[in-house]
Protein backbone atom coordinates (compact mmCIF):
# COMPACT_ATOMS: atom_id res chain seq x y z
CA UNK A 1 0.00 0.00 0.00
CA UNK A 2 1.46 3.44 -0.78
CA UNK A 3 1.14 6.03 1.84
CA UNK A 4 1.40 9.95 1.49
CA UNK A 5 1.30 12.41 3.96
CA UNK A 6 0.05 16.12 4.43
CA UNK A 7 0.66 18.91 6.71
CA UNK A 8 -2.32 20.93 7.66
CA UNK A 9 -2.36 24.21 9.16
CA UNK A 10 -6.06 25.31 10.38
CA UNK A 11 -7.07 28.58 11.66
CA UNK A 12 -10.44 29.93 12.42
CA UNK A 13 -12.28 29.09 15.56
CA UNK A 14 -10.69 25.94 16.09
CA UNK A 15 -9.82 25.44 19.50
CA UNK A 16 -11.79 24.80 22.60
CA UNK A 17 -14.87 23.34 20.39
CA UNK A 18 -13.50 20.07 20.21
CA UNK A 19 -11.09 20.35 17.17
CA UNK A 20 -8.36 17.73 18.03
CA UNK A 21 -10.91 15.36 18.95
CA UNK A 22 -12.77 15.14 15.84
CA UNK A 23 -9.36 14.80 13.74
CA UNK A 24 -8.35 12.09 15.83
CA UNK A 25 -11.81 10.20 15.76
CA UNK A 26 -11.70 10.67 11.36
CA UNK A 27 -8.06 9.87 11.27
CA UNK A 28 -9.40 6.40 13.29
CA UNK A 29 -12.19 6.07 10.96
CA UNK A 30 -9.83 6.31 7.47
CA UNK A 31 -6.87 4.43 8.79
CA UNK A 32 -4.87 7.87 8.49
CA UNK A 33 -1.57 7.99 11.11
CA UNK A 34 0.17 11.42 12.23
CA UNK A 35 -0.99 13.78 15.16
CA UNK A 36 -2.98 16.54 15.76
CA UNK A 37 -2.30 19.55 18.21
CA UNK A 38 -3.28 23.05 19.34
CA UNK A 39 -0.69 26.17 18.31
CA UNK A 40 0.24 29.02 20.21
CA UNK A 41 -1.70 31.30 17.59
CA UNK A 42 -5.03 29.34 18.50
CA UNK A 43 -4.66 27.50 15.24
CA UNK A 44 -4.38 23.89 14.65
CA UNK A 45 -1.51 22.15 13.26
CA UNK A 46 -2.52 18.12 11.47
CA UNK A 47 0.30 15.83 9.88
CA UNK A 48 -1.41 13.05 8.31
CA UNK A 49 -0.31 9.80 6.24
CA UNK A 50 -2.24 6.97 4.99
CA UNK A 51 -4.02 6.14 1.37
CA UNK A 52 -4.32 9.60 -0.79
CA UNK A 53 -8.21 8.62 -0.83
CA UNK A 54 -8.47 8.50 2.42
CA UNK A 55 -6.31 11.83 2.85
CA UNK A 56 -8.32 13.70 0.45
CA UNK A 57 -11.62 13.02 3.00
CA UNK A 58 -9.86 13.89 5.58
CA UNK A 59 -8.97 17.46 4.22
CA UNK A 60 -12.82 17.93 2.45
CA UNK A 61 -13.61 17.49 7.05
CA UNK A 62 -10.75 19.72 7.94
CA UNK A 63 -12.20 22.28 5.60
CA UNK A 64 -15.62 22.41 7.82
CA UNK A 65 -14.32 21.11 11.19
CA UNK A 66 -16.44 20.00 14.05
CA UNK A 67 -20.26 21.59 15.18
CA UNK A 68 -19.14 24.87 16.95
CA UNK A 69 -15.98 25.35 14.85
CA UNK A 70 -15.11 28.09 11.91
CA UNK A 71 -12.40 27.22 9.61
CA UNK A 72 -11.39 30.40 8.46
CA UNK A 73 -8.32 29.06 6.44
CA UNK A 74 -6.81 25.37 5.93
CA UNK A 75 -3.53 25.20 4.55
CA UNK A 76 -2.22 21.96 3.07
CA UNK A 77 1.54 21.08 1.69
CA UNK A 78 2.51 17.96 0.90
CA UNK A 79 5.65 15.63 2.49
CA UNK A 80 7.07 12.69 2.68
CA UNK A 81 5.51 10.18 4.69
CA UNK A 82 7.13 8.97 7.56
CA UNK A 83 7.54 4.68 8.53
CA UNK A 84 8.74 5.33 12.09
CA UNK A 85 4.36 6.68 12.38
CA UNK A 86 2.15 3.52 13.35
CA UNK A 87 -0.43 5.50 15.16
CA UNK A 88 -2.56 9.01 15.18
CA UNK A 89 -1.70 11.20 18.55
CA UNK A 90 -3.72 14.31 20.19
CA UNK A 91 -0.70 16.71 21.17
CA UNK A 92 -0.83 19.98 23.49
Known amino acids: MAFTARHCLIS ?16 VEYRLYGSVGNLPDGGV ?22 PGARVDRLEVSEMAPSDQVFCFSILR
Not at 12 to 27: E, H
Not at 50 to 64: D, Q, T, V, Y
Open 12 to 27: GRVQGVGFRYFVSRLA
Open 45 to 66: EVWIQGEEKALEKMISFLRIGP
